[in-house]
C-alpha cells in the first residue's frame, strides 16, 4: 500500500510539473518585445531589401515580434518587382540584421498590383525614433511601444508614408510591477492593468503630423 502511495505522490508531482510547464510556456509566448530598440532607417532597410531583392521596390517595413514563441525582434520587409509580377517577403532578426530568417517571392495577384504603392524613402524625413516620441506623446501613454510600421497610406487623397506605432499598456504594467512583493502594491498593479489600453498612434512620416490615434480599452 506504501508503494502505490508513493506512485500516486510521483503522478501527482510530474502532473503538477508539466503543468507548471504550460503555463510557463503560455506566459512567455504573452511577452512582448521593446519595439523602440530597433529604429533602422528606411533606407538602411531599403538597402537590406534590395541586396537580397535586385529591382524590387519596398512598399511596407515593420518591427514585431517573430510569431514563433521566442520572442523573437524582427522586421519585415515586404516589396515587389518593376513589372509587379513578383511580390517578396524579407524578415530578418532585428538585432543581427545581416542575419536573414526568410526571404521568399510570389506571384502577385490582380488585387496585389492594385494595391502596390512603392515607399519612396527620400520623402521620409522623420527617423523611426522620432516617430515614437511623437506617438507617445500623442497616445498619452507609458511604456514603449510593441510594434511599428512605415508604408504608404491615402492622407487627403494623396499616397503618403505613414509611421504605424502601437503601444500595448496592458502588458507594459504587468512586466513593470512583476517585481513588486507587497499586497498592496500588487492590488494597486491589478487595478492599473484592469485600467490599462492599448493605443495605435498613425504619424506623417513626412513631417510628424498626428493622423490619428485609436484606443482599444
Avoid at 521593446?34 to 537580397?52: H, M
Avoid at 524582427?74 to 513589372?83: I, R, S
Avoid at 536573414?100 to 504603392?117: E, G, L, P, W
Amino acid at each position: 500500500m506504501k508503494k502505490n502511495n508513493k506512485l500516486v505522490l510521483l503522478g501527482a508531482a510530474l502532473t503538477m510539473t508539466a503543468g507548471l510547464s504550460m503555463v510557463s510556456a503560455s506566459v512567455n509566448a504573452d511577452q512582448v518585445i521593446n519595439a523602440g530598440q530597433y529604429t533602422e532607417s528606411a533606407q538602411q532597410l531599403q538597402q537590406i531589401f534590395t541586396n537580397k531583392n535586385k529591382n524590387f521596390s519596398l512598399k511596407e517595413v515593420s518591427v514585431e515580434n517573430h510569431n514563433d514563441n521566442k520572442q523573437e525582434p524582427v522586421y519585415e520587409l515586404e516589396g515587389f518587382n518593376a513589372k509587379k509580377t513578383q511580390s517578396a517577403k524579407m524578415v530578418v532578426n532585428a538585432e543581427k540584421t545581416n542575419e536573414v530568417i526568410k526571404n521568399k517571392t510570389k506571384k502577385m495577384s490582380s488585387s496585389d498590383k492594385k494595391d502596390a504603392n512603392a515607399l519612396n524613402v527620400n520623402d521620409v524625413k522623420k527617423s523611426p525614433v522620432d516617430a515614437i516620441n511623437l506617438a507617445k506623446k500623442y497616445a498619452n501613454v507609458t511604456g514603449n511601444p510593441t510594434s511599428w510600421k512605415l508604408e504608404m497610406t491615402k492622407v487627403n487623397g494623396n499616397e503618403t508614408p505613414v509611421y504605424e506605432v502601437e503601444f500595448d499598456g496592458t502588458a507594459t504594467v504587468a512586466s513593470s510591477s512583476s517585481a513588486k512583493s507587497s499586497s498592496v502594491k500588487n492590488a494597486k498593479a491589478k487595478k492599473a492593468t484592469k485600467s490599462a489600453k492599448k493605443v495605435t498612434v498613425k504619424l506623417n512620416a513626412t513631417n510628424g503630423n498626428k493622423i490619428t490615434v485609436e484606443n482599444d480599452d
